[in-house]
C-alpha cells in the first residue's frame, strides 16, 4: 500500500493496484462516491463494438449480493440513486449519499463492479441479458431518430476514420444484438481489474476510512495500473465529408479535426480559444451566426480530448434555405479567426469566463469526484484551482494564433452531415472549401 497526499486530496494505491482517491469538503453532510474503469469503446474491437456499454447496463442486473430489483430499493430507501456512463475510455458508476449510508453504497457499488453476475461463469438469471439487451437496442434507436445527437458521432467517422476513437460509444444495434454472455463476461474479466479501477470520492469522508473499505471490498489480485487499455495506434487524420440521409427540418451540421491530448499544457489555452470562438452567447459564432443574421438556434464549438491525441469541433443546425449563408458565416469566421484569435476585450472576457466556469462547477461534491476519478484513471496531476487559474491567465494572443491556426484551418477540417440532400449539402461547402487561412 502506497500514499501519496496533496493539496486538498489524498491518493493510496492498495497492494491489488486500486487507486483509492478522496478529498473532503467541509460543511457538508453528503459523499459523493465513484468508481472508474478504465474501459471504454476505443478498448473494442469491431466485432463487439458496444460491448463497454452494455456491459455497464448490465452491472445493474444484479451482483453475487445483491438482486437487480433490491439495489435499486437500496439506494431509494437511502434516497438517492446509483447511475453509470460510458466514454471512449472509461466507464463510472457513481452516485452521492448522505454520509451515514457510505458504507451501504460502498458495498453494493463495489459487489457491482467487480462481482457482477455478468462476469461470473453462471452468468445473470435466464431473460436478463435479452431484457437488458433489448432496453440498449432502444435506447440505441432513439438515439438514431435524433439527428442532433447522431451528428456527434457522424463526425467522428469523418475525424477519426476507421480508428477506434471513431466508433460510437453507444455500439451498433447489430452488433449489441449478437453479444453474448461469454463476451461480455471475457471483457470483464480484462478491463475490470483491480489495477484498471480508481476509487473516488468527495465530501463528508474520512480518507482511511474509505481505503479500508477498498482493502476489504476489492479483490486481492496485484498487478500495474493500466488504465487506459492496449496502446492505440495514431489515427490518420485527414478531410473527410460524412452525410447521413434524414428527412429533417434542419442540416445539423459538424466540422471538426484533430484537437490536442489531455495532458497537453495547451489544453489552457484551448479553453480560452473555444470561448472566443463559439463557447457562449458572447462568442463569434453565436454572435454572427444567431444574434446578428438569426440563420440558427443552436450553433456552438466543442473539444475532446483523449489519451493521445483529441478533437475539436463546431455544430450548426440551420434550416435547408439559410445552410448556404449559414456555411459562408462560418467559413468567413473561421479564416478571420486563423488570423486574429482574439482582441484585448475577447482574451480578458474570455479567461475570465474560463475561470468563472471551473470555480462554479467545483462548488459541486459530483464535479469534484468526477475531477478526482477521471485526473487519477488517466495519471494526470490533480492540479488546485490556484493552479489552473495561474495556467489561464497565464495564456497570450500569441498562444492562441498558434492553436488557431493548427487547429481550425477551415479547408482541414472534416465535415459531417445530417439532412435531406446530400447535394445541397456538398455545394453549401464551397465557401468553406475556398477559404485560404
Known amino acids: 500500500m ?21 478529498e473532503r469538503t467541509p460543511a457538508v453532510r453528503s459523499v459523493a462516491l465513484g468508481f472508474w474503469v478504465g474501459a471504454g469503446s476505443s478498448h473494442e474491437h469491431e466485432r463487439e463494438a458496444g460491448i463497454s456499454h452494455l456491459l455497464e447496463h448490465m452491472l445493474f442486473r444484479g451482483s453475487q449480493r445483491y438482486g ?8 431509494d430507501a437511502m434516497g438517492a440513486e446509483c447511475n453509470a456512463g460510458t466514454d471512449k475510455e472509461a466507464t463510472s458508476v457513481y452516485t452521492r449519499v448522505l454520509d451515514g449510508h457510505l458504507e451501504r453504497a460502498f458495498d453494493v457499488i463495489a459487489d457491482m463492479v467487480w462481482r457482477p453476475l455478468v ?10 441479458l435479452e431484457a437488458e439487451r433489448e432496453v440498449v437496442l432502444e435506447e440505441i434507436a432513439m438515439y438514431e431518430d435524433d439527428p442532433q445527437d447522431r451528428v456527434f458521432d457522424v463526425l467522428g467517422e469523418a475525424v477519426f476514420g476507421e480508428h ?65 487499455g492496449p496502446q492505440l495506434p495514431a489515427p490518420g487524420f485527414e478531410r473527410r465529408v460524412r452525410f447521413l440521409h434524414r428527412d429533417t427540418e434542419q442540416y445539423h451540421v459538424c466540422l471538426g ?13 484551448l479553453r480560452v ?35 493521445a491525441t483529441g478533437e475539436v469541433g463546431l455544430y450548426v443546425g440551420t434550416r435547408p434555405e439559410n445552410l448556404t449563408q449559414a456555411i459562408e458565416v462560418i467559413a468567413a469566421e473561421l479564416e478571420r479567426f486563423v488570423r486574429e484569435p482574439a482582441d484585448k476585450q475577447e482574451l480578458e472576457r474570455s479567461r475570465e469566463n474560463a475561470k468563472g466556469r471551473l470555480v462554479l462547477a467545483l462548488e459541486s461534491t459530483a464535479a469534484r469526484m468526477n475531477r478526482l476519478g477521471s485526473s ?26 498558434e492553436l488557431a491556426t493548427d487547429l481550425f484551418r477551415g479547408p482541414s477540417l472534416s465535415v459531417a452531415a445530417i439532412g435531406p440532400h446530400e447535394d445541397a449539402l456538398r455545394k453549401a461547402l464551397g465557401p468553406l472549401e475556398a477559404v485560404t487561412a
Open 2 to 22: 502506497s500514499l501519496r497526499t496533496s493539496e486538498g486530496h489524498r491518493i493510496t494505491t492498495l497492494a491489488s493496484g486500486v487507486r483509492v482517491v478522496s
Open 68 to 75: 437487480s430489483e433490491e439495489i435499486d430499493q437500496i439506494f
Open 119 to 128: 462476469g461470473s461463469p453462471e452468468g445473470v438469471p435466464a431473460g436478463e
Open 164 to 228: 477506434p476513437l471513431g466508433r460510437a460509444v453507444i455500439g451498433r444495434a447489430d452488433v449489441v444484438g449478437a453479444l453474448t454472455h461469454e463476451q461480455l463476461r471475457s471483457f470483464h474479466a480484462e478491463r475490470y481489474a483491480p489495477a484498471d479501477v480508481v476509487i473516488a470520492a468527495t465530501g463528508s469522508i474520512d480518507h482511511d476510512t474509505l481505503v479500508e473499505m477498498a482493502a476489504q471490498r476489492s479483490p486481492a489480485v496485484a498487478g500495474a495500473a493500466g488504465a487506459l
Open 257 to 269: 479535426g484533430r484537437g490536442i491530448a489531455r495532458d497537453d499544457e495547451r489544453r489552457f489555452a
Open 273 to 307: 480559444l473555444d470561448n472566443v470562438l463559439g463557447g457562449g452567447p458572447s462568442s463569434r459564432l453565436f454572435q454572427e451566426v444567431r444574434e446578428r443574421r438569426g440563420l440558427a438556434y443552436s450553433v456552438f464549438t466543442f473539444a475532446n480530448q483523449y489519451a
Open 376 to 401: 487519477v484513471l488517466c495519471d494526470l496531476p490533480i492540479l488546485s484551482v490556484e493552479e489552473i487559474i495561474a495556467r489561464i491567465d497565464a495564456v497570450t494572443v500569441e498562444d492562441l494564433q
